[in-house]
């Protein structure tokens, strides 16, 4: 899979491990920064994440910060992006599932690490279920 990722200093670290964790998966993996843990401000690095893989150029994508909210904001604020703010296992299934999310939101915060991987792992591999899900997809991008 091609994927986007991004974060603001507060993500960082665990961006690199996902980096690290995709790309030992097999994925391809395209960083828009930041690039080091020196302060910055969020949006800069994640509309461009949102904006590629509303544009077709990556198939999903991962948006970091310290809590993941003002990331899950600023890439659901991109015409056809379903940015779904996970923390823990169940809700990365069910926003793969019910929402057919194509960017995921995490808050290196609020979860240790090897939950922030699994979360990601679950992310990537749940497929969206369609039926009843699908007429609401439709009616946000209308």
């Known amino acids: 899979m091609n994927i986007a990722i991004g974060s603001d200093h507060a993500g960082y670290r665990y961006k690199q491990a996902i980096i690290a964790h995709l790309q030992q998966a097999g994925h391809e993996v395209t960083d828009f920064g930041t690039h080091s843990e020196e302060s910055t401000d969020y949006p800069k690095f994640i509309r461009p994440v949102a904006e590629a893989v509303a544009a077709g150029k990556h198939e999903r994508g991962i948006v970091?910060?310290?809590?993941?909210?003002?990331?899950?904001?600023?890439?659901n604020r991109v015409k056809g992006i379903r940015c779904g703010l996970c923390w823990n296992l169940e809700s990365a299934r069910l926003t793969r599932q019910h929402n057919d999310a194509n960017v995921l939101s995490?808050?290196?915060r609020m979860m240790d690490?090897?939950?922030?991987?699994q979360i990601v792992n679950i992310f990537l591999s749940t497929p969206f279920e369609g039926g009843r899900h699908l007429a609401r997809i439709q009616?946000?991008?209308?």
């Open 106 to 108: 995490l808050g290196e």
């Open 139 to 142: 009616q946000l991008d209308a």
């Open 64 to 75: 970091l910060g310290g809590s993941g909210n003002g990331e899950a904001i600023a890439a």
């Open 113 to 117: 690490q090897d939950t922030a991987l």
